[in-house]
């Protein structure tokens, strides 16, 4: 299993336990450290399947909505958050503009 995935892992449990639950109270939740809860959402510590749904179930939300998509979905998500930014975009449209008019 790759580092990237365990990083998003972490970063979905993050997102979806903030506002809900401290760190200490999720470990105390599912019987682990606030430390390694910590890890966790770093990507610096891999879950146990049974680890992953008591994380689920203390967060309330579903397992699969924790779970990083595969290869093809990440990029095809990928791609559409890019474009749908328009920061990006407009940076985007200023460098072509910037562009033709040194051409010019």
């Known amino acids: 299993m790759s ?4 990083e998003e892992l972490g970063r979905r449990i993050r997102a979806a ?3 809900k639950l401290t760190q200490a109270k999720l470990g105390e939740l599912v019987g682990l450290s606030r430390t390694a ?16 749904v008591q994380i ?6 579903s397992t699969s909505a924790l779970l990083p998509p595969d290869g093809d979905e990440r990029r095809q998500q990928g791609d559409a958050r ?3 930014m328009p920061t990006v975009q407009q940076w985007i449209t200023s460098v ?3 562009a033709a008019r040194d051409r010019t």
Not at 37 to 52: A, H, M
């Open 37 to 52: 809860i910590t890890n966790i959402e770093c990507g610096r510590q891999r879950l146990l399947v049974d680890q992953l």
């Open 17 to 19: 336990r903030e506002g």
């Open 82 to 84: 890019i474009t749908a």
């Open 96 to 98: 072509k503009k910037s």
């Open 3 to 6: 580092q990237t995935f365990n």
């Open 56 to 61: 689920a179930d203390a967060i309330g939300i």
